[in-house]
Nanobody
Framework: QLQLVESGGGLVQPGGSLRLSCAVS????????IGWFRQAPGKEREGVSC????????NYADSVKGRFTMSRDNAKKTVYLQMSSLKPEDTAIYYC??????????????????WGQGTQVTVSS
């Protein structure tokens, strides 16, 4: 069964940290790019980060560079998004998504075909 399942969201104070997980099943990860995207109320979905599951190269949106780190565990078929120095503007539903591997992973949500159900991240005091 082809499936992506996010977990790890929650409520955190500004300046705090959270780690999101995306468990992937049904896909050969070596042939995948995995992306993290987020959508805040009233806003369009935006790309946050992505990783190539074969080579491990990553890409980040300017808004999260230096604060967010994406990693993978191919044996566990799981990717992670470590979020630090969180800001209220990071509040959104976070989704992971999968596409077939390309030379460079992309933050363009339109290029990803499979999506998880999302996990809510709320940054508030």
């Amino acid at each position: 069964q082809l499936q992506l399942v996010e977990s790890g969201g929650g409520l955190v104070q500004p300046g705090g940290s959270l780690r999101l997980s995306c468990a992937v099943s049904g896909y050969t990860l070596d042939y995948s790019d995995i992306g993290w995207f987020r959508q805040a109320p009233g806003k369009e979905r935006e790309g946050v980060s992505c990783i190539s599951m074969s080579g491990g190269s990553t890409n980040y949106a300017d808004s999260v560079k230096g604060r967010f780190t994406m990693s993978r565990d191919n044996a566990k078929k799981t990717v992670y998004l470590q979020m630090s120095s969180l800001k209220p503007e990071d509040t959104a539903i976070y989704y992971c998504a999968r596409r077939f591997r390309q030379p460079v992973c992309s933050l363009n949500s339109g290029t990803y075909a499979a999506w998880g159900q999302g996990t809510q991240v709320t940054v508030s005091s």
